[in-house]
């Protein structure tokens, strides 16, 4: 245990630059790149979960009391989802695509060939740390990358858990974890990698980006926000309610970047919503929810702090109409609904990430489009119930997000056809499918030609002919073509 302690307290800059080495060596020599290394990794991390499942529970149980079905469902089952479509598409997706070209370059062919970056880093998050820590890396596998990971040291479970199975399952001398805080993250963000890709929070987002730009790294951002729900009246509310529920409580109670931030709804339709959250509310998590084991606690005790500063603050905490009950000793809090939460309280201002759902209260349902633009940040996720035509499509065209969903809440996540990413301060670039695929890849545009039909065209002396010519070809008009081959000038 000692040398353990030993080996993690003396991991600094030159051992983070000695790492980078050897996996640079590693890719250099073509051993991620080829098929074959990249099927066998892939199979490698389905069989590590086909056989340490219970462990893997285990530790998300014991970072954040983490209930079986989410483990199980939504890091496990989903993890494993991306690595059988990798399977199943990669040899696809590794191909070059054929491009067209033009008669600029007749005769010539064109492809876009998908090539590996080359040694990339994935800082990954706490709520969900086994999908979000591989799921990024699945990616960087299917497209040839050599890899470090570094695990949320707020989950330490799962990170030692991490650790262990990615050493003892994939190839060493291409993919590596390095566990640690702030000053192993600290030694790794000062060497150049191809590309970075970070989970968490804006403000690291920040450190992550400014350290990249040193080296010209680019990275891939995912972040969170305030992400809203909008709840339209003539709906069916039972379900509307549950939905939401399951996309907040039931999704790592509230710690997860796409779970409902807040809820709009019009002033007369609120009672009514309220009434069914609280009826949904004691039907999935009892009378007292403080001992359900199918809610999630608090990561830490300064989460906790901080989502009590929130309900603490004078102008909220008479606004909470459901639940608040807390229990530091456990660091469980209850699901908590609150109505008509001024919006320049505290828990209007950040990002919630917990189990505390403010409602905002508007005269129509039409002005939430303004409560939401006016923030002025754009959020991960946005949300819409309703039944009406026009309002859908109103709010796709005016609301700008990471992603849409309407009449469900996180759900569009498990859909690998979908790019699944930030804009603005929610975040950079996309993943999941494909897309993390092209995430870890660069486009590379190769143009082929032959030796044949070479022209003076290019070459000087340069007449007014060339001039022409070359100007109706780049247009790519035929008739432009005939008049300059003819001599004519534009009518």
Same mark, same amino acid.
């Given at each position: 245990m000692g040398s353990e302690v030993e080996r993690k307290a003396i991991f600094d800059k030159e051992s983070a630059k000695e790492l980078v080495k050897e996996l640079r060596a590693s890719f250099v020599a073509g051993k991620t790149k080829s098929y074959e290394w990249r099927r066998t990794q892939l199979n490698s991390m389905l069989r590590m979960m086909e056989e340490n499942e219970p462990q893997i529970v285990a530790a998300l149980r014991d970072d954040l009391s983490k209930p079986e079905l989410e483990s199980s469902i939504y890091e496990i089952a989903m993890l494993k989802n991306s690595c059988r479509l990798a399977l199943k598409e990669m040899k696809h997706w590794m191909k070059p695509e054929k491009a067209k070209t033009s008669l600029t370059t007749f005769p010539s062919s064109a492809e876009i060939v998908s090539e590996p970056l080359g040694v990339v880093l994935v800082i990954s998050a706490w709520n969900y740390p086994f999908l979000l820590s591989l799921d990024p890396v699945v990616g960087a596998i299917a497209a040839g990358n050599a890899i470090v990971l570094k695990p949320s040291e707020i989950a330490p479970a799962m990170s030692s858990l991490l650790a262990k199975l990615v050493a003892d399952y994939l190839d060493s001398s291409c993919i590596k974890v390095v566990e640690g805080a702030v000053p192993e993250t600290s030694a790794l963000l000062e060497q150049k990698w191809d590309k970075i890709f970070y989970t968490g929070n804006g403000r690291i987002a920040r450190i992550v980006m400014a350290a990249a730009a040193k080296h010209l790294t680019p990275v891939v951002l995912e972040l969170g926000g305030k992400s809203p729900a909008i709840v339209d009246s003539g709906i069916n509310l039972q379900v509307a309610t549950r939905r939401i529920i399951a996309g907040k409580w039931g999704c790592n109670n509230g710690q997860a970047c796409i779970s409902p931030d807040y809820i709009i709804t019009e002033k007369n339709y609120a009672q009514k919503l309220v009434d069914s959250f609280k009826c949904e509310l004691e039907r999935f998590y009892g009378k007292n929810p403080l001992e359900s084991k199918d809610l999630s606690r608090i990561v830490n005790s300064n989460h906790f702090a901080r989502l009590s500063k929130l309900l603490d603050?004078?102008?909220?905490?008479?606004?909470?109409?459901?639940?608040?009950?807390?229990?530091?000793?456990?660091?469980?809090?209850?699901?908590?609904?609150?109505?008509?939460?001024?919006?320049?309280?505290?828990?209007?201002?950040?990002?919630?990430?917990?189990?505390?759902?403010?409602?905002?209260?508007?005269?129509?349902?039409?002005?939430?489009?303004?409560?939401?633009?006016?923030?002025?940040?754009?959020?991960?996720?946005?949300?819409?119930?309703?039944?009406?035509?026009?309002?859908?499509?109103?709010?796709?065209?005016?609301?700008?997000?990471?992603?849409?969903?309407?009449?469900?809440?996180?759900?569009?996540?498990?859909?690998?056809?979908?790019?699944?990413?930030?804009?603005?301060?929610?975040?950079?670039?996309?993943?999941?499918?494909?897309?993390?695929?092209?995430?870890?890849?660069?486009? $590379?545009?190769? !143009?082929?030609?032959?030796?044949? %039909?070479? *022209?003076? =065209?290019?070459?000087?002396?340069?007449?007014? @002919? $060339?001039?022409? !010519?070359?100007?109706?070809?780049? %247009?790519? *008009?035929? =008739?432009?073509?005939?008049?300059?081959?003819? @001599?004519?000038?534009?009518?």
């Amino acid at each position: 245990m000692g040398s353990e302690v030993e080996r993690k307290a003396i991991f600094d800059k030159e051992s983070a630059k000695e790492l980078v080495k050897e996996l640079r060596a590693s890719f250099v020599a073509g051993k991620t790149k080829s098929y074959e290394w990249r099927r066998t990794q892939l199979n490698s991390m389905l069989r590590m979960m086909e056989e340490n499942e219970p462990q893997i529970v285990a530790a998300l149980r014991d970072d954040l009391s983490k209930p079986e079905l989410e483990s199980s469902i939504y890091e496990i089952a989903m993890l494993k989802n991306s690595c059988r479509l990798a399977l199943k598409e990669m040899k696809h997706w590794m191909k070059p695509e054929k491009a067209k070209t033009s008669l600029t370059t007749f005769p010539s062919s064109a492809e876009i060939v998908s090539e590996p970056l080359g040694v990339v880093l994935v800082i990954s998050a706490w709520n969900y740390p086994f999908l979000l820590s591989l799921d990024p890396v699945v990616g960087a596998i299917a497209a040839g990358n050599a890899i470090v990971l570094k695990p949320s040291e707020i989950a330490p479970a799962m990170s030692s858990l991490l650790a262990k199975l990615v050493a003892d399952y994939l190839d060493s001398s291409c993919i590596k974890v390095v566990e640690g805080a702030v000053p192993e993250t600290s030694a790794l963000l000062e060497q150049k990698w191809d590309k970075i890709f970070y989970t968490g929070n804006g403000r690291i987002a920040r450190i992550v980006m400014a350290a990249a730009a040193k080296h010209l790294t680019p990275v891939v951002l995912e972040l969170g926000g305030k992400s809203p729900a909008i709840v339209d009246s003539g709906i069916n509310l039972q379900v509307a309610t549950r939905r939401i529920i399951a996309g907040k409580w039931g999704c790592n109670n509230g710690q997860a970047c796409i779970s409902p931030d807040y809820i709009i709804t019009e002033k007369n339709y609120a009672q009514k919503l309220v009434d069914s959250f609280k009826c949904e509310l004691e039907r999935f998590y009892g009378k007292n929810p403080l001992e359900s084991k199918d809610l999630s606690r608090i990561v830490n005790s300064n989460h906790f702090a901080r989502l009590s500063k929130l309900l603490d603050e004078d102008k909220v905490s008479s606004k909470i109409v459901h639940g608040g009950e807390r229990d530091k000793t456990n660091l469980k809090i209850a699901p908590t609904i609150l109505l008509d939460v001024p919006q320049d309280s505290l828990i209007m201002n950040e990002e919630i990430f917990g189990p505390l759902l403010p409602i905002i209260l508007i005269d129509k349902v039409e002005d939430s489009f303004d409560v939401i633009n006016s923030s002025g940040t754009k959020p991960l996720a946005a949300y819409l119930f309703t039944n009406d035509k026009k309002l859908k499509e109103k709010f796709v065209a005016t609301v700008s997000a990471g992603g849409l969903v309407v009449n469900d809440t996180t759900v569009h996540l498990a859909e690998h056809t979908l790019p699944f990413g930030g804009v603005g301060d929610s975040g950079m670039g996309a993943y999941h499918g494909k897309f993390s695929f092209d995430a870890f890849s660069h486009k $590379k545009a190769v !143009l082929y030609r032959g030796f044949a %039909g070479d *022209s003076s =065209l290019r070459y000087p002396p340069y007449t007014r @002919g $060339k001039i022409r !010519l070359l100007q109706a070809l780049l %247009g790519g *008009s035929i =008739l432009g073509i005939i008049r300059a081959l003819l @001599g004519w000038s534009k009518a």
